[in-house]
């Protein structure tokens, strides 16, 4: 694949007028789980997941037994896993395993929050456990990561990321929007479904604003005990920041999320030109970012009053 410089102003950026009306909506970032930055409260809605039954979960399980021995044999079975276009999740000799390819909303210490192309979010929870792997300059990784021939071919032959952008994030023009600081605030609140955990992300210029209402334990439910921090938006957690495509794998318990694989490939400005794209996996489109479609499994037709459960 064609090297790629991580992050905006690594490289020259082109200026991309309608960016911030086709993707923001009134201030807030049109995406899953979405709140108005001015303050309105958000209609919650119950998620829906589709547990499936059979031959993913054997992949995903041997996909993550066989990393630390094999991570061609890794990438083999994800690459297979192409049901998983979204966001997954299958029992497994009594484990709830999930995988879920999209963008990256935001990386901090301990959790992070990816976007599907669908427009669904999730938080997942990391540990000193979690593997991280830039899968940027293999084939085999970036076929893991898109499930996608056609996409794995013009990502790593010509560096044309158009595609893969399109399969994972949705359109050019969202993860641009990820990618580009603005001074309008972009906020995305989660509630993690049947806990007290909340998350609430609002980022403004490159300073990204996190509340959370309760803790994010490995082996427990969350505990309240609200607490808001800040941090650069970009900040990379083990090479992983906000803008990168990634596929992430692991497990469900106690109704959190819990990542023990990570596999992403940086994303920068001209890496996703000006937003034009179909979400046909091509790259030909219009990319329109309006915000509109299914999130996690419940239509909003007004994203900006908008959330879902994670």
Not at 205 to 226: D, G, K, L, Y
Not at 261 to 275: K, M, R
Request: aromatic content about 6%.
């Amino acid at each position: 694949m064609i090297a790629r410089d991580r992050r905006y102003g690594k490289r020259p950026v082109k200026t991309r007028v309608g960016i911030a009306t086709a993707v923001l909506v009134g201030g807030a970032v049109a995406a899953a789980a979405v709140v108005a930055s001015h303050g309105a409260a958000p209609a919650a809605t119950s998620a829906a997941y589709a547990s499936r039954f059979g031959n993913e979960g054997t992949m995903i399980s041997s996909a993550l037994n066989s990393w630390s021995w094999s991570r061609q044999s890794s990438y083999s079975q994800l690459a297979q896993v192409t049901q998983a276009r979204q966001f997954s999740q299958t029992t497994h000799q009594g484990k709830m395993l999930a995988v879920q390819r999209g963008i990256v909303v935001l990386a901090t210490k301990k959790f992070l929050i990816l976007r599907s192309a669908n427009g669904s979010l999730h938080l997942w929870l990391l540990s000193g456990q979690t593997k991280f792997q830039n899968v940027s300059s293999t084939t085999a990784g970036t076929r893991a990561l898109t499930a996608d021939a056609s996409a794995t071919q013009q990502a790593m032959t010509s560096g044309n990321m158009i595609p893969a952008t399109t399969l994972l994030a949705g359109s050019p023009t969202m993860a641009a929007a990820l990618l580009t600081p603005n001074p309008a605030a972009q906020t995305v609140t989660i509630q993690v479904a049947n806990t007290s955990l909340t998350v609430k992300v609002t980022v403004s210029r490159s300073t990204a604003t996190v509340s959370q209402t309760a803790t994010t334990p490995a082996t427990s439910m969350p505990r309240w005990n609200p607490t808001t921090f800040t941090q650069n938006a970009w900040l990379p957690m083990r090479g992983l920041a906000r803008g990168d495509l990634a596929l992430v794998a692991g497990t469900r318990s106690h109704w959190t999320l819990h990542a023990q694989l990570v596999l992403f490939t940086p994303l920068s400005t001209a890496d996703v030109g000006n937003g034009n794209g179909n979400g046909d996996g091509n790259g030909n489109g219009n990319g329109n970012g309006n915000g509109n479609g299914n999130w996690d499994g419940t239509t909003a037709s007004t994203p900006t009053a908008a959330a879902t459960h994670c």
